[in-house]
């Protein structure tokens, strides 16, 4: 057997490293799900058989144990998962008592992340009003105008920074970076 010596020399890593820190805390900076809930207003539960048109109304699809909006390409715009006492199964939403609706937008992978916002609300607000239920934020405040305007102004801000940067939310990179 034959023996080497020999002497390597490797590039110097910190600038591909702080390349990688970098995009990683901005990821970190933008990745953000904003969600609102509908909780019932006067009674504890509220009736799924009256969620079940709204939902048809805005072609929202039955995707595992929960619901989710499609954008006109065909990507996820929110989700909604339905919250009831026994264990929810989408199949039988008529049949089923509620307890809540949590409906969530993923700001980096939804392109077009207002119009994604104003459709997801626009969907809370008719739930709520056949549910006969209330609008609240993620904590269970109820949603002020103010809240849903900041939110709003948030996305809009993350979805720049991100085009910014060259990863246009909702894009293959976006959807690479945050899968």
Do not use: N, W, Y
Request: hydrophobic fraction near 50%; proline fraction near 6%; charge should be negative.
């Amino acid at each position: 057997s034959q023996r080497f010596a020999g002497l390597v020399e490797l590039p110097a890593p910190p600038p591909l490293l702080d390349l990688a820190g970098a995009l990683d805390a901005f990821c970190a900076g933008v990745d953000l799900q904003f969600a609102l809930q509908v909780l019932p207003a006067k009674t504890e539960e509220m009736a799924g058989a009256q969620l079940q048109p709204v939902l048809d109304a805005d072609r929202l699809r039955r995707e595992g144990e929960g619901f989710v909006a499609m954008d006109d390409a065909g990507a996820a715009a929110f989700t909604l998962v339905c919250q009831s006492p026994t264990a929810f199964s989408a199949a039988r939403l008529t049949d089923m008592k509620l307890t809540g609706l949590v409906f969530s937008l993923d700001v980096p992978r939804v392109a077009a992340g207002t119009l994604a916002f104003d459709r997801m609300i626009g969907c809370a607000r008719r739930c709520a009003e056949a549910l006969g239920g209330q609008l609240a934020d993620a904590h269970r405040k109820p949603l002020t105008v103010a809240t849903v305007a900041a939110i709003r102004g948030r996305i809009e801000d993350l979805q720049r920074q991100m085009a910014e940067r060259d990863i246009p939310a909702g894009s293959v990179r976006a959807l690479r970076l945050f899968s």
